[in-house]
């Protein structure tokens, strides 16, 4: 997969900002197919960070009935993944997505 097409942006919520401020870790959208390790070197090539652990989270999509047998995506799905960084590491730059 291409690395520069991985990491979609931050997930802005209030508990995403209590995980960042408390121990350096932080929430972000990927791609569909990304795996953990695609998301590992992308965040160490790009935002030169140490990565200490990925984990992946998968929201499924919300649809409902309309018309005669058709359907309407409400919500589309989504992948987040919940980065955490190693001590020594710099702090992850959110305005640079």
Do not use: Q, W
């Amino acid at each position: 997969m291409n690395l520069e097409s991985i990491i979609l942006g931050p997930v802005v919520s209030e508990k995403a900002e209590r995980f960042r401020t408390s121990n350096r870790t932080y929430t972000l959208r990927v791609a569909n197919g990304a795996t953990k390790v695609d998301i590992r070197s992308a965040l160490e090539r790009f935002y030169d960070v140490e990565v200490s652990s990925v984990r992946i989270i998968r929201g499924g999509r919300k649809v409902r009935a309309f018309g005669r047998g058709g359907m309407l995506e409400k919500r589309h799905r989504v992948k987040k993944a919940i980065v955490t960084l190693t001590p020594k590491s710099r702090v992850l730059d959110l305005a640079a997505f």
